[in-house]
Nanobody, 115 residues
């Protein structure tokens, strides 16, 4: 069973930065498309950013220019660098690993942006 473990969430002031990490178990990390999703209270889970096995990235319009997704295949880890954080970025952030429409999820990490 593939396991994903997120870390790096916390409380940050508006305008601040956080870097989320997600470590994936097993030996197939390099072939997964990795993604970060988030879910705010009372809202549906939404896509934040994805990165393919080849390194191509996509970001939601709401985070373009502020968030960057990256991966380190040697460490089985995907990152989400979040800059210029806003209160509306407050949510539980989830890591996803996808291969041929088979997806695995982490347990989530809370990000709270508040003064």
């Amino acid at each position: 069973q593939v396991q994903l473990v997120e870390s790096g969430g916390g409380l940050v002031q508006p305008g601040g930065s956080l870097r989320l990490s997600c470590v994936v178990s097993g030996s197939m990390f390099s072939i997964y498309t990795m993604g970060w999703y988030r879910q705010a209270p009372g809202k549906q889970r939404e896509l934040v950013a994805t990165i393919t096995s080849g390194g191509s990235t996509k970001c939601a319009d709401s985070v373009k220019g502020r968030f960057t997704i990256s991966r380190d295949n040697a460490k089985n880890t995907v990152y989400l660098q979040m800059n210029s954080l806003k209160p509306e970025d407050t949510a539980v952030y989830y890591c996803n690993a996808d291969y041929r429409s088979i997806g695995y999820w982490g347990q989530g990490t809370q990000v709270t942006v508040s003064s």
